[in-house]
Protein backbone atom coordinates (compact mmCIF):
# COMPACT_ATOMS: atom_id res chain seq x y z
CA UNK A 1 0.00 0.00 0.00
CA UNK A 2 2.82 2.25 1.11
CA UNK A 3 4.56 2.05 -2.07
CA UNK A 4 1.29 1.87 -4.64
CA UNK A 5 -1.15 4.33 -2.89
CA UNK A 6 1.32 6.53 -0.45
CA UNK A 7 -0.52 5.50 2.35
CA UNK A 8 -0.87 3.21 5.03
CA UNK A 9 -3.36 0.89 5.86
CA UNK A 10 -3.79 2.79 9.22
CA UNK A 11 -4.95 5.58 7.35
CA UNK A 12 -7.27 4.18 4.84
CA UNK A 13 -8.79 2.08 7.52
CA UNK A 14 -9.24 5.69 9.74
CA UNK A 15 -10.42 7.68 6.81
CA UNK A 16 -13.46 4.95 5.87
CA UNK A 17 -13.79 4.77 9.66
CA UNK A 18 -14.51 8.67 9.79
CA UNK A 19 -16.79 8.80 6.24
CA UNK A 20 -18.65 5.54 8.16
CA UNK A 21 -19.22 8.15 11.12
CA UNK A 22 -20.00 10.95 9.18
CA UNK A 23 -22.75 9.18 7.16
CA UNK A 24 -23.89 8.04 10.73
CA UNK A 25 -24.06 11.86 12.29
CA UNK A 26 -26.49 13.05 9.22
CA UNK A 27 -28.83 10.24 9.40
CA UNK A 28 -29.13 8.97 13.05
CA UNK A 29 -29.57 10.67 16.05
CA UNK A 30 -27.29 8.59 17.77
CA UNK A 31 -25.14 10.29 20.58
CA UNK A 32 -21.04 11.02 19.41
CA UNK A 33 -20.08 8.09 21.92
CA UNK A 34 -22.11 5.44 20.35
CA UNK A 35 -21.32 6.61 16.80
CA UNK A 36 -17.46 6.22 17.58
CA UNK A 37 -17.78 2.86 18.87
CA UNK A 38 -20.01 1.84 15.86
CA UNK A 39 -17.63 3.39 13.60
CA UNK A 40 -14.48 1.29 15.11
CA UNK A 41 -13.21 3.41 17.44
CA UNK A 42 -11.54 2.67 20.82
CA UNK A 43 -12.72 5.48 22.59
CA UNK A 44 -14.78 8.97 22.04
CA UNK A 45 -12.18 11.11 22.64
CA UNK A 46 -9.59 9.52 20.38
CA UNK A 47 -12.83 9.56 17.44
CA UNK A 48 -13.19 13.34 18.39
CA UNK A 49 -9.55 14.09 18.20
CA UNK A 50 -9.38 12.37 14.37
CA UNK A 51 -12.99 13.53 13.32
CA UNK A 52 -11.52 17.03 13.56
CA UNK A 53 -7.97 16.40 12.61
CA UNK A 54 -9.50 15.32 9.18
CA UNK A 55 -12.13 17.76 8.82
CA UNK A 56 -11.49 20.80 10.58
CA UNK A 57 -14.81 20.62 13.36
CA UNK A 58 -15.98 18.33 15.67
CA UNK A 59 -18.49 15.76 15.43
CA UNK A 60 -21.30 17.45 16.65
CA UNK A 61 -20.41 20.87 14.73
CA UNK A 62 -20.12 18.51 11.52
CA UNK A 63 -23.66 17.05 12.58
CA UNK A 64 -24.71 20.51 13.27
CA UNK A 65 -23.59 22.02 10.03
CA UNK A 66 -25.01 19.51 8.21
CA UNK A 67 -28.53 19.71 9.40
CA UNK A 68 -28.62 23.41 8.74
CA UNK A 69 -28.83 24.08 12.83
CA UNK A 70 -26.93 26.73 14.35
CA UNK A 71 -24.55 25.87 16.83
Known amino acids: ?3 NL ?3 FKDILATYRIRYAEALLVVTDLP ?4 SLASG ?3 ERTFT ?3 KERNGITPSAYRSQY ?3 ST
Not at 32 to 35: G, H, P, S, V, Y
Open 1 to 3: LSN
Open 6 to 8: HTS
Open 32 to 35: ILDI
Open 41 to 43: FNS
Open 49 to 51: RLF
Open 67 to 69: LGE
